[in-house]
Protein backbone atom coordinates (compact mmCIF):
# COMPACT_ATOMS: atom_id res chain seq x y z
CA UNK A 1 0.00 0.00 0.00
CA UNK A 2 1.45 3.70 -0.84
CA UNK A 3 2.62 4.96 2.45
CA UNK A 4 0.81 8.04 1.89
CA UNK A 5 -2.31 6.21 1.66
CA UNK A 6 -1.28 4.08 4.86
CA UNK A 7 -0.52 7.68 7.29
CA UNK A 8 -4.23 8.80 6.16
CA UNK A 9 -5.81 5.79 6.87
CA UNK A 10 -4.19 5.07 10.30
CA UNK A 11 -4.90 9.01 11.20
CA UNK A 12 -8.50 8.21 10.14
CA UNK A 13 -8.57 5.06 12.47
CA UNK A 14 -6.94 6.81 15.45
CA UNK A 15 -9.51 9.42 15.02
CA UNK A 16 -12.71 7.19 15.47
CA UNK A 17 -10.93 5.60 18.59
CA UNK A 18 -10.59 8.64 20.15
CA UNK A 19 -14.00 9.77 19.19
CA UNK A 20 -15.33 6.58 20.65
CA UNK A 21 -13.65 7.71 24.35
CA UNK A 22 -14.81 11.46 23.97
CA UNK A 23 -18.05 10.81 23.47
CA UNK A 24 -18.10 8.35 26.76
CA UNK A 25 -17.24 11.69 28.50
CA UNK A 26 -19.43 13.51 31.37
CA UNK A 27 -18.45 16.78 29.89
CA UNK A 28 -19.68 15.68 26.63
CA UNK A 29 -22.55 14.19 27.08
CA UNK A 30 -23.89 17.56 28.84
CA UNK A 31 -23.05 19.37 25.67
CA UNK A 32 -26.09 18.34 23.25
CA UNK A 33 -24.35 20.95 20.63
CA UNK A 34 -20.80 18.88 20.82
CA UNK A 35 -22.00 15.59 21.56
CA UNK A 36 -24.73 15.83 18.61
CA UNK A 37 -21.34 16.91 15.94
CA UNK A 38 -19.12 14.59 17.69
CA UNK A 39 -21.45 11.74 17.09
CA UNK A 40 -22.15 12.47 13.28
CA UNK A 41 -18.52 12.68 12.75
CA UNK A 42 -17.83 8.98 14.60
CA UNK A 43 -20.94 7.32 12.27
CA UNK A 44 -19.38 8.92 9.09
CA UNK A 45 -16.16 7.83 9.73
CA UNK A 46 -17.53 4.38 11.41
CA UNK A 47 -17.23 2.26 7.72
CA UNK A 48 -13.75 3.42 6.71
CA UNK A 49 -12.56 2.12 10.61
CA UNK A 50 -14.24 -0.90 10.05
CA UNK A 51 -12.48 -1.50 6.70
CA UNK A 52 -8.97 -0.61 8.19
CA UNK A 53 -9.87 -3.40 10.39
CA UNK A 54 -10.71 -6.14 8.06
CA UNK A 55 -7.19 -5.10 5.99
CA UNK A 56 -5.28 -4.62 8.83
CA UNK A 57 -6.80 -8.22 9.88
CA UNK A 58 -5.78 -9.27 5.78
CA UNK A 59 -1.88 -7.96 6.58
CA UNK A 60 -1.42 -10.43 9.70
CA UNK A 61 -2.90 -13.32 7.76
CA UNK A 62 -0.71 -12.81 4.74
CA UNK A 63 2.53 -12.25 7.07
CA UNK A 64 1.54 -15.71 9.13
CA UNK A 65 0.90 -17.64 5.72
CA UNK A 66 4.30 -16.04 4.23
CA UNK A 67 5.89 -18.05 7.40
CA UNK A 68 4.40 -21.13 6.47
CA UNK A 69 5.97 -21.15 3.30
CA UNK A 70 9.38 -22.28 4.82
CA UNK A 71 7.19 -25.15 5.50
CA UNK A 72 7.42 -27.85 2.76
CA UNK A 73 4.27 -29.64 4.43
CA UNK A 74 2.09 -26.74 4.68
CA UNK A 75 3.93 -24.81 1.56
CA UNK A 76 0.83 -25.37 -1.07
CA UNK A 77 -2.12 -24.29 1.42
CA UNK A 78 -0.08 -21.35 2.36
CA UNK A 79 0.45 -20.33 -1.18
CA UNK A 80 -3.51 -20.90 -1.85
CA UNK A 81 -4.02 -18.83 0.89
CA UNK A 82 -1.93 -16.15 -0.08
CA UNK A 83 -3.19 -15.75 -3.79
CA UNK A 84 -7.28 -15.59 -2.20
CA UNK A 85 -5.47 -12.86 0.69
CA UNK A 86 -3.95 -10.71 -2.23
CA UNK A 87 -7.15 -10.81 -4.05
CA UNK A 88 -9.15 -9.84 -0.83
CA UNK A 89 -6.42 -7.04 -0.49
CA UNK A 90 -6.33 -5.95 -3.71
CA UNK A 91 -10.54 -5.49 -3.52
CA UNK A 92 -10.66 -3.97 -0.12
CA UNK A 93 -8.08 -1.87 -1.22
CA UNK A 94 -10.35 -0.39 -3.93
CA UNK A 95 -13.19 -0.74 -1.52
CA UNK A 96 -10.87 2.26 1.11
CA UNK A 97 -10.20 4.30 -1.77
CA UNK A 98 -14.10 4.67 -1.88
CA UNK A 99 -14.46 5.15 1.20
CA UNK A 100 -11.94 7.90 1.03
CA UNK A 101 -13.94 10.17 -1.17
CA UNK A 102 -14.59 13.78 -0.02
CA UNK A 103 -18.09 12.62 1.38
CA UNK A 104 -20.74 15.35 0.17
CA UNK A 105 -21.42 17.44 3.95
CA UNK A 106 -25.15 17.65 3.44
CA UNK A 107 -25.51 13.76 2.89
CA UNK A 108 -26.94 13.62 6.39
CA UNK A 109 -29.38 16.02 6.43
CA UNK A 110 -33.04 16.39 6.38
CA UNK A 111 -34.39 17.71 3.15
CA UNK A 112 -37.50 20.58 2.16
CA UNK A 113 -38.79 18.60 -1.20
CA UNK A 114 -40.95 20.99 -3.58
CA UNK A 115 -42.43 20.02 -6.34
CA UNK A 116 -44.00 22.29 -9.07
CA UNK A 117 -46.29 21.65 -12.22
CA UNK A 118 -44.41 22.71 -15.24
CA UNK A 119 -45.93 22.60 -18.65
CA UNK A 120 -49.08 20.82 -19.25
CA UNK A 121 -51.70 23.01 -17.57
CA UNK A 122 -53.90 20.64 -15.60
CA UNK A 123 -52.27 17.15 -16.55
CA UNK A 124 -49.23 18.80 -14.96
CA UNK A 125 -50.78 19.51 -11.55
CA UNK A 126 -52.28 15.68 -11.75
CA UNK A 127 -48.30 14.50 -12.78
CA UNK A 128 -46.88 16.73 -9.74
CA UNK A 129 -49.75 14.73 -7.39
CA UNK A 130 -48.41 11.56 -8.43
CA UNK A 131 -45.05 12.58 -7.67
CA UNK A 132 -45.62 13.33 -4.80
CA UNK A 133 -47.44 10.52 -3.73
CA UNK A 134 -44.55 8.58 -5.15
CA UNK A 135 -42.13 10.34 -2.77
CA UNK A 136 -44.38 10.11 -0.04
CA UNK A 137 -44.11 6.13 -0.53
CA UNK A 138 -40.36 6.42 -0.64
CA UNK A 139 -39.91 8.00 2.25
CA UNK A 140 -42.67 5.51 3.95
CA UNK A 141 -40.41 2.64 2.91
CA UNK A 142 -37.54 4.13 4.33
CA UNK A 143 -39.59 5.18 7.51
CA UNK A 144 -38.99 8.43 7.17
CA UNK A 145 -41.06 11.17 8.72
CA UNK A 146 -43.08 13.79 5.86
CA UNK A 147 -44.28 16.96 7.81
CA UNK A 148 -46.29 18.82 4.86
CA UNK A 149 -45.47 23.07 4.81
CA UNK A 150 -47.28 24.66 1.71
CA UNK A 151 -49.48 23.27 -0.89
CA UNK A 152 -51.40 24.73 -3.57
CA UNK A 153 -54.40 22.56 -4.82
CA UNK A 154 -55.32 22.53 -9.12
CA UNK A 155 -58.84 23.18 -9.86
CA UNK A 156 -59.48 19.61 -11.37
CA UNK A 157 -57.48 18.06 -8.91
CA UNK A 158 -53.45 17.48 -8.34
CA UNK A 159 -50.74 20.19 -6.98
CA UNK A 160 -49.89 23.81 -9.30
CA UNK A 161 -47.17 23.17 -5.85
CA UNK A 162 -46.07 21.77 -2.97
CA UNK A 163 -43.67 21.28 -0.35
CA UNK A 164 -42.64 19.48 3.00
CA UNK A 165 -39.37 18.62 4.76
CA UNK A 166 -38.65 14.89 4.85
CA UNK A 167 -37.07 13.86 8.33
CA UNK A 168 -35.31 10.69 8.46
CA UNK A 169 -31.53 8.81 7.88
CA UNK A 170 -29.43 10.11 5.27
CA UNK A 171 -32.63 11.84 3.46
CA UNK A 172 -30.53 14.19 1.37
CA UNK A 173 -27.77 10.97 0.51
CA UNK A 174 -30.65 9.47 -1.28
CA UNK A 175 -32.91 11.79 -2.63
CA UNK A 176 -30.38 15.01 -3.88
CA UNK A 177 -30.33 13.07 -7.42
CA UNK A 178 -33.70 13.66 -8.04
CA UNK A 179 -33.53 17.80 -8.88
CA UNK A 180 -34.27 18.41 -11.95
CA UNK A 181 -37.59 18.24 -14.78
CA UNK A 182 -39.47 15.22 -14.74
CA UNK A 183 -41.45 14.79 -17.76
CA UNK A 184 -44.54 12.12 -18.18
CA UNK A 185 -46.56 10.49 -21.28
CA UNK A 186 -49.70 8.99 -20.86
CA UNK A 187 -53.23 9.41 -21.98
CA UNK A 188 -54.78 11.87 -19.42
CA UNK A 189 -58.28 10.88 -18.08
CA UNK A 190 -59.94 13.75 -19.98
CA UNK A 191 -58.77 12.95 -23.46
CA UNK A 192 -61.41 11.42 -25.48
CA UNK A 193 -59.33 10.57 -28.47
CA UNK A 194 -56.57 8.78 -26.68
CA UNK A 195 -53.82 11.19 -27.80
CA UNK A 196 -51.04 10.67 -25.44
CA UNK A 197 -49.87 14.42 -23.92
CA UNK A 198 -46.84 15.44 -22.62
CA UNK A 199 -46.05 17.20 -18.87
CA UNK A 200 -43.52 18.19 -16.98
CA UNK A 201 -43.07 19.02 -13.44
CA UNK A 202 -40.07 20.50 -11.44
CA UNK A 203 -38.67 18.38 -8.38
CA UNK A 204 -36.01 20.80 -5.91
CA UNK A 205 -34.55 18.51 -3.12
CA UNK A 206 -32.90 21.32 -0.99
CA UNK A 207 -30.81 20.13 2.23
CA UNK A 208 -32.58 21.73 5.06
CA UNK A 209 -30.50 24.60 6.90
CA UNK A 210 -29.73 25.55 10.51
CA UNK A 211 -29.48 28.75 11.60
CA UNK A 212 -25.96 28.31 11.99
CA UNK A 213 -25.60 27.53 8.17
CA UNK A 214 -27.47 30.38 7.00
CA UNK A 215 -27.54 33.84 9.01
CA UNK A 216 -30.14 36.14 8.19
CA UNK A 217 -30.82 39.94 8.71
CA UNK A 218 -34.00 40.29 10.04
CA UNK A 219 -34.15 43.82 7.91
CA UNK A 220 -34.10 41.87 5.46
CA UNK A 221 -37.18 40.42 5.56
CA UNK A 222 -40.53 41.53 4.79
CA UNK A 223 -43.08 39.32 6.50
CA UNK A 224 -46.77 39.10 5.76
CA UNK A 225 -49.70 37.74 7.48
CA UNK A 226 -52.84 36.55 6.34
CA UNK A 227 -55.99 34.55 6.33
CA UNK A 228 -55.39 30.76 5.37
CA UNK A 229 -57.82 29.63 2.85
CA UNK A 230 -59.92 26.94 4.53
CA UNK A 231 -62.54 24.02 2.85
CA UNK A 232 -65.78 25.66 3.94
CA UNK A 233 -68.01 25.66 6.49
CA UNK A 234 -66.57 25.56 10.41
CA UNK A 235 -62.96 24.66 8.51
CA UNK A 236 -62.02 28.10 7.23
CA UNK A 237 -59.43 29.76 9.20
CA UNK A 238 -60.65 32.75 10.71
CA UNK A 239 -57.16 34.23 11.80
CA UNK A 240 -54.67 35.47 10.08
CA UNK A 241 -52.37 32.53 10.66
CA UNK A 242 -51.02 32.09 7.46
CA UNK A 243 -47.28 33.62 6.90
CA UNK A 244 -45.35 35.07 3.67
CA UNK A 245 -41.50 35.73 4.33
CA UNK A 246 -39.77 37.37 1.55
CA UNK A 247 -35.83 37.81 1.66
CA UNK A 248 -35.58 41.35 -0.15
CA UNK A 249 -31.77 40.71 -1.53
CA UNK A 250 -32.61 37.51 -3.00
CA UNK A 251 -36.20 38.40 -4.12
CA UNK A 252 -37.05 34.38 -2.75
CA UNK A 253 -40.10 34.54 -0.79
CA UNK A 254 -41.75 31.48 0.99
CA UNK A 255 -45.30 30.78 2.22
CA UNK A 256 -46.52 28.92 4.94
CA UNK A 257 -50.02 27.86 6.30
CA UNK A 258 -50.05 24.94 7.15
CA UNK A 259 -50.22 25.27 11.20
CA UNK A 260 -52.77 26.93 12.82
CA UNK A 261 -50.39 28.56 14.57
CA UNK A 262 -49.26 31.98 13.34
CA UNK A 263 -45.75 30.94 15.45
CA UNK A 264 -45.76 28.04 13.98
CA UNK A 265 -46.25 29.03 10.51
CA UNK A 266 -43.52 31.72 10.88
CA UNK A 267 -41.11 28.90 11.93
CA UNK A 268 -41.92 27.06 9.13
CA UNK A 269 -41.52 28.97 6.74
CA UNK A 270 -38.20 30.85 8.36
CA UNK A 271 -36.99 26.80 7.78
CA UNK A 272 -38.31 26.63 4.55
CA UNK A 273 -36.24 30.08 3.80
CA UNK A 274 -32.75 29.31 5.22
CA UNK A 275 -33.07 25.86 3.18
CA UNK A 276 -33.45 27.60 -0.26
CA UNK A 277 -30.65 30.13 0.67
CA UNK A 278 -28.32 26.95 1.03
CA UNK A 279 -29.66 25.61 -1.69
CA UNK A 280 -28.68 28.71 -4.07
CA UNK A 281 -25.06 28.41 -2.28
CA UNK A 282 -25.56 24.81 -3.75
CA UNK A 283 -26.60 25.18 -6.76
CA UNK A 284 -23.47 28.42 -7.32
CA UNK A 285 -20.73 25.93 -6.29
CA UNK A 286 -21.94 23.26 -8.40
CA UNK A 287 -22.82 25.01 -11.47
CA UNK A 288 -18.84 26.12 -11.22
CA UNK A 289 -17.60 22.22 -10.83
CA UNK A 290 -19.89 20.98 -13.60
CA UNK A 291 -17.92 22.08 -16.30
CA UNK A 292 -15.45 19.88 -15.15
CA UNK A 293 -17.37 16.70 -14.98
CA UNK A 294 -17.95 14.00 -17.20
CA UNK A 295 -21.11 13.55 -16.20
CA UNK A 296 -24.31 16.28 -14.86
CA UNK A 297 -25.41 13.53 -12.23
CA UNK A 298 -25.35 15.49 -8.70
CA UNK A 299 -24.97 19.11 -10.61
CA UNK A 300 -28.88 19.58 -9.73
CA UNK A 301 -29.60 22.15 -13.23
CA UNK A 302 -32.78 22.71 -12.21
CA UNK A 303 -33.74 23.27 -15.97
CA UNK A 304 -32.22 19.57 -16.81
CA UNK A 305 -34.70 17.14 -17.64
CA UNK A 306 -33.67 14.24 -15.67
CA UNK A 307 -36.15 11.51 -16.32
CA UNK A 308 -39.17 10.56 -18.61
CA UNK A 309 -42.10 8.83 -16.94
CA UNK A 310 -44.01 6.55 -20.33
CA UNK A 311 -46.84 5.28 -19.33
CA UNK A 312 -48.15 3.55 -22.56
CA UNK A 313 -44.65 1.51 -22.86
CA UNK A 314 -44.97 0.89 -19.19
CA UNK A 315 -41.42 2.78 -18.91
CA UNK A 316 -38.98 5.01 -16.72
CA UNK A 317 -35.92 6.33 -18.32
CA UNK A 318 -33.41 8.29 -16.37
CA UNK A 319 -31.36 10.50 -19.02
CA UNK A 320 -28.67 11.27 -17.03
CA UNK A 321 -27.34 7.54 -16.96
CA UNK A 322 -29.27 6.24 -19.67
CA UNK A 323 -30.85 3.78 -17.27
CA UNK A 324 -34.28 2.57 -18.35
CA UNK A 325 -36.89 0.13 -15.92
CA UNK A 326 -40.00 -1.02 -16.44
CA UNK A 327 -43.32 -1.82 -14.17
CA UNK A 328 -44.02 1.90 -13.81
CA UNK A 329 -46.98 1.63 -11.51
CA UNK A 330 -44.34 0.50 -8.89
CA UNK A 331 -41.93 3.05 -9.12
CA UNK A 332 -45.06 5.24 -9.19
CA UNK A 333 -45.78 3.71 -5.77
CA UNK A 334 -42.24 4.64 -4.62
CA UNK A 335 -40.53 1.74 -5.90
CA UNK A 336 -37.40 4.00 -6.86
CA UNK A 337 -34.57 1.78 -5.19
CA UNK A 338 -32.74 0.51 -8.25
CA UNK A 339 -32.78 4.02 -10.28
CA UNK A 340 -31.30 6.35 -6.81
CA UNK A 341 -29.10 2.93 -6.61
CA UNK A 342 -27.79 3.24 -9.89
CA UNK A 343 -27.53 7.37 -9.52
CA UNK A 344 -25.09 7.32 -6.50
CA UNK A 345 -23.48 4.49 -8.64
CA UNK A 346 -22.67 6.63 -11.31
CA UNK A 347 -21.55 9.79 -9.27
CA UNK A 348 -19.52 7.77 -7.23
CA UNK A 349 -17.51 6.19 -10.33
CA UNK A 350 -17.21 9.95 -11.25
CA UNK A 351 -15.85 11.13 -8.18
CA UNK A 352 -13.38 8.41 -8.38
CA UNK A 353 -11.84 8.68 -11.76
CA UNK A 354 -12.05 12.56 -10.99
CA UNK A 355 -9.64 11.42 -7.83
CA UNK A 356 -7.63 9.47 -9.64
CA UNK A 357 -6.72 11.63 -12.49
CA UNK A 358 -8.84 10.38 -15.28
CA UNK A 359 -10.55 12.05 -18.08
Do not use: C
Given at each position: MDPA????????AERHEELGVMLCAPEIAQDKTRLLALSREHAEIAPLAAAIARYRDLETRTRDADELLADPDLRDMAESDLRDLKQ??????GELQKLLLPKDPNDSRDVVLEIRAGTGGEEA????????????????RQRWSVEP?????????????????????????????????HRVQRVPATEAQGRIHTSTATVAIMPEAEEVDIQINPKD??????????AGGQSVNTTDSAVRITH???????HCMQEKSQTKNRELAMKL?????????????????????????????????????????DRV?????????????????????????????SDEADRLAEAQGQP
Open positions: LRAKLESIQRGELEALFAADLWRMYTRFAELAMSEAGAGGFREISAMIHGRDVYALLKFESGVLEVQFMRASGVPTGLAVLRSRLLDREIQRVQSERAAQRRSQVGTGDRSEKIRTYNFPQSDHRIGLTRHAIDDFMDGDIDDVIAALRA
